[in-house]
């Protein structure tokens, strides 16, 4: 019989009494976790298989936020059911994220953008291609996903993309895509890309604004580096 369990310990220490008494703030990541799998095993608490995920991890939540189904099963005290809660929980905090964005937006810098689009190209580990279609006041009518790639590239059509700029009757776009590796600086694909979709958008009396590149640590700006 495992003593160690939590519900042997002070109310004080066990994570969901803790959240009670002390509110969610006082909660260290590792109980966070030990109230999202709810127990441990024969041996281990939920705590303690807690702190195993997050020591797989180093700890960075950036990183476990990017977690697969089978990476977690792959930890002692993990299974199908713990797992699937988990990756629920990290989905519903993105949609959080992403429900935010929703109120009008008026872009006025290359920061805005990469902050509204952080919920939507964060954590992956594949390119996707976005375009955020704009107002004549810079305002965010709406924005696309316009392809899903794999790990080291992705294609954009750009018949797509200025075919949503024109049913939205928008003015402006805003072009962003992710590099899963980190790396900020732009492909020569992506150089040559941006001057073809900005050479066609003269034609038709579009303004293609920027075009970011996204990684989960900053981002390149086309409009910030004067290669617009």
């Given at each position: ?6 519900k042997?310990w ?44 997050l ?62 689009l ?31 790639g ?18 939205l ?30 050479q ?29």
């Amino acid at each position: 019989m495992n003593t160690n369990g939590i519900k042997n310990w002070a109310a004080d220490d066990r994570p969901r009494e803790k959240l009670l008494l002390k509110g969610k703030s006082a909660l260290s990541d590792a109980e966070l976790i030990a109230i999202i799998i709810g127990s441990g095993t024969q041996n281990l608490s939920a705590l303690d298989v807690a702190k195993d995920i997050l020591k797989e991890f180093n700890g960075d939540l950036l990183r476990f936020s990017r977690v697969q189904t089978n990476e977690l099963m792959k930890i002692k005290g993990i299974g199908q059911a713990k797992a699937v809660s988990i990756i629920a929980c990290l989905e519903l905090g993105r949609r959080r994220q992403q429900a935010s964005k929703k109120e009008t937006i008026k872009i006025t810098q290359s920061s805005q953008v990469y902050d509204y689009l952080r919920p939507y190209l964060s954590d992956l580990q594949h390119e996707e291609f976005f375009a955020i279609y704009l107002t004549n006041s810079n305002e965010i009518i709406q924005h696309k996903q316009i392809s899903i790639g794999s790990m080291t590239g992705t294609l954009a059509d750009g018949k797509i993309i200025f075919r949503n700029a024109l049913a939205l009757h928008a003015t402006g776009i805003i072009l962003s895509h992710n590099h899963p590796s980190g790396n900020r600086k732009p492909s020569q694909k992506d150089i040559q890309l941006t001057k073809q979709l900005v050479q066609f958008s003269e034609y038709i009396d579009l303004s293609i604004l920027d075009h970011l590149i996204f990684t989960d640590n900053g981002y390149f700006s086309f409009a910030d580096e004067g290669l617009l």
